[in-house]
């Protein structure tokens, strides 16, 4: 059994995408917040977290819809072409505003309530086809092979970052936005929206939804003891998990929401927090989710393979461990220098690392719980949990940031972080090893 890595890339198209379009949020969307439209930290935090408000019922709806839904396309093409083309429409949309209220414009569409509701149906949108996009990995691949499958779509949302944080580092350093009244952010929302179009298309001319999805169905069929759920009186899955399996699912959850209040706290508020400590600028901080971004790509394939020798959980294990030293890190390196340095490099590559380790492998331990007939409603209980945590973080820790210091920051973020490694322990399920490949087999089928 091998994973088809030409087929797992072009799935990853649609990921790669959505990462692009979140980078530019969690990067700009707080800054012109705050920047344009005066807000102050907790107000524009709650702004922020709207996403993930709406994420909590929309990503799991949409998931068990895109379960039940036929058509000559697939079950999840159709909601990641229609989500795309509206949210690439949008997001072409949101700076023109932006500019507008800037330059004073005295139109209805250039005021602040023009925007935050468009802000809302673009994150409505993106919310449509998110889940359905992930789910459609292991739609198509067997079980033993998520991790793998995983690593290879989160390197490409990876990647669809670095080509973002690139595009960002290179037109908006420090030195061509520093004492600027004003900085014009539509160039980026352009070349977002363009990114997007492109991958989505490309996916859909590359990758036959249905073919694959009967190719992998007919595989599980053939291997009925992955099937962790209980059997009906005709020995057919019911969907239902046993209790045991339920307590892993719950406290893998939980793990989940953890770091992700860990984690987001740091994409959200980077930005702004290193204006305050260090006055740098989205550069800088670019800079420094570049240097991450690249330290995940170099290590997603690796962890892939490694997850197949010691388990899903143990190098979730590492990844919550190493996260948590590297917050400590970043607390001290950007307390101790106006400026962004190398060892500030080396430590945001490390993050990168530990950030692979865990997401490899937290996905594909969810939906190894479920049947295959399931993947979409059990990937929006994934996004329930990390949108929890993203709901809340935001808020919290720009609460924090406002009423106690910008410096506790990194504190909050490693505390977090630590709690979901003590969760993870707790977790007894969805930890199946595939079985590792040598020599060139183990670059599996490229066909």
């Known amino acids: 059994m091998k994973l088809n890595y030409k087929t797992t890339i072009l799935i990853g198209l649609a990921f790669m995408s959505i990462t692009a379009f979140w980078q530019l949020y969690d990067n700009v969307i707080p800054l012109l917040l705050t920047n344009t439209f005066h807000l102050n930290e907790t107000i524009s935090g709650a702004i922020m977290a709207a996403d993930n408000i709406l994420a909590l019922f929309l990503l799991p709806f949409f998931g068990r819809l895109s379960d039940k839904t036929k058509t000559p396309i697939g079950k999840r093409m159709p909601f990641i072409l229609g ?15 932006e500019n507008g209220y800037a330059a004073g414009g005295a139109w209805p569409i250039f005021s602040f309530g023009f925007f935050v509701f468009l802000l809302g149906l673009l994150l409505f949108t993106m919310s449509t086809y998110r889940s359905p996009a992930v789910a459609l990995m292991p739609d198509v691949t067997p079980k033993p092979l998520r991790s793998r499958g995983n690593a290879i779509i989160n390197l490409m949302g990876a990647g669809g970052g670095i080509i973002y944080l690139i595009y960002a580092s290179v037109m908006y350093p420090k030195s061509k936005i ?6 014009n952010y539509r160039p980026l929302f352009i070349f977002v929206s363009a990114f997007m179009f492109i991958c989505i298309i490309l996916m859909k001319l590359t990758v036959n939804e249905p073919k694959l999805a009967a190719e992998n169905e007919k595989i599980e069929k053939e291997h009925p003891e992955w099937n962790l759920t209980l059997e009906d009186e005709k020995g057919e899955s019911t969907g239902k998990l046993p209790k045991d399996v339920m307590r892993s699912m719950l406290f893998l959850l939980a793990s989940i929401m953890l770091w992700f209040i860990g984690y987001n706290a740091v994409t959200t508020w980077f930005t702004t927090y290193i204006s305050n400590i260090m006055g740098e600028g989205l550069g800088g901080a670019s800079t420094c989710f570049l240097i991450a971004n690249v330290g995940a790509i170099i290590s997603y394939i690796p962890i892939g393979h490694l997850a197949s020798k010691i388990g899903r959980k ?11 030293l590297t917050f400590c890190l970043c607390f001290v390196l950007t ?36 049947r ?11 996004y329930t949990a990390s949108m929890a945590g993203q709901v809340i973080t935001p808020i919290m820790a720009g609460f924090l940031m406002r009423n106690v210091s910008y410096k506790i920051l990194f504190i909050y973020a490693t505390l977090f972080v630590f709690v979901s490694f003590i969760t993870m322990t707790q977790v007894k399920h969805g930890d199946v090893k595939a079985t590792v490949s040598s020599g060139l087999d183990a670059f599996g089928d490229m066909d």
């Open 83 to 97: 989500g795309t083309f509206v949210s690439v429409m949008l997001l072409n949309v949101l700076p023109v505003i």
């Open 178 to 183: 520093e004492g600027l009244d004003h900085v």
């Open 314 to 324: 143990k190098s979730i294990y590492f990844g919550t461990l190493l996260l948590t």
């Open 335 to 370: 307390t101790t220098s106006d400026h962004v340095t190398i060892p500030m490099y080396i430590v945001f590559a490390l993050v990168g690392l530990a950030w692979a380790a865990i997401n490899v492998n937290s996905l594909p331990m969810v939906v190894e719980m479920c």
């Open 372 to 382: 295959g007939a399931d993947a979409g409603k059990f990937t929006g209980y994934y």
